[in-house]
């Protein structure tokens, strides 16, 4: 066991003291949902949670505000944002989609056309069968699902796309317009590097678990060669988070 003494020497620890020190402590007794006009307001002890922006915390849903409400009520003797990924999303749309829904929109049909799974390994002959194998399936289902048919390159070089596939990924996210849906869907294209991946996830052509996997090959066919490394995979911890919480808020705004 760390003694205090200890904790006081390391500044690592003792930087980590410090922050949970700086925590708010939890305030409230009961986290709660209620029909609140344009939506469903997450309530701590009856009073209405308010983002960072001081905009009421409305979700769309039942389902995406018991998300919030439940992230609430699993904390502690502290509050820690760290721990709540949906919350954190949902603060995002609301205060930063609703002002720039335009801009987030034309962000993913960008990655459409630059899209992650159109570049393919030159070697080793592993990797480039393994890209094959595995990504293939979702550009063959955006061809006949989306209508939309896009160019492969080996290498890092830009490849332009067709200008009717761009057309035919923006149709599609035209069905997506919703802010949560938006938000969450600018989510997954940013964590995945794909915007086909995360169309392919919210539309169920993929679970959350395969969209992972699909997001990480590259990376994970270097682990398998030369090794995992701490900080990676703290970060690598920190993008699934973000992509599981996407990927729920998602699937709540439609229920």
């Known amino acids: 066991m760390t003694s205090e003494t200890d904790n006081k020497a390391n500044p690592v620890l003792r930087a980590q003291e410090l922050m949970r020190a700086e925590l708010p402590k939890r ?3 009961l986290a709660s949902v209620e029909p609140r006009e ?3 307001a997450v309530l701590l002890d009856g009073r209405p949670v308010k983002t960072p922006g001081r905009n009421v915390l409305l979700l769309p849903t039942d389902s995406a505000a018991s998300l919030v409400r439940d992230e609430w009520e699993q904390q502690k003797e502290v509050i820690d944002p760290a721990r709540m990924p949906i919350t954190r999303l949902a603060n995002t749309v609301i205060d930063g989609v609703t002002l720039n829904h335009e801009a987030v ?6 990655y459409s056309g630059n899209d992650m799974l159109f570049y393919r390994a030159e070697s080793p002959r592993e990797l480039v069968d393994r890209q094959h194998e595995k990504w293939d399936p979702i550009l063959d289902w ?3 699902e989306l209508g939309a048919r896009f160019v492969l390159v080996e290498g890092i070089v830009h490849a332009g796309q067709p ?3 761009i057309l035919a990924i923006r149709r599609e996210m035209g069905q997506h317009r919703d802010l949560f849906a938006l ?3 600018h989510v997954i294209t940013t964590v995945t590097g794909s915007a086909l991946l995360a169309l392919a996830l919210v539309r169920g052509r993929i679970d959350l678990d395969e969209a992972w996997q699909l997001a990480n090959l590259e990376e994970d066919w270097t682990i398998e060669h030369w090794g995992r490394d701490e900080e990676a995979d703290k970060r690598r911890a920190k993008h699934y988070e973000d992509l ?6 998602a699937k709540a705004v439609q229920e």
């Open 27 to 29: 305030f409230y007794k």
């Open 38 to 40: 344009g939506g469903r």
């Open 105 to 110: 929109f034309e962000e993913i049909i960008a």
């Open 142 to 144: 955006a061809g006949e």
């Open 163 to 165: 200008e009717e596939s």
């Open 183 to 185: 938000g969450s869907l």
């Open 244 to 249: 599981k919480a996407a990927h729920d808020l």
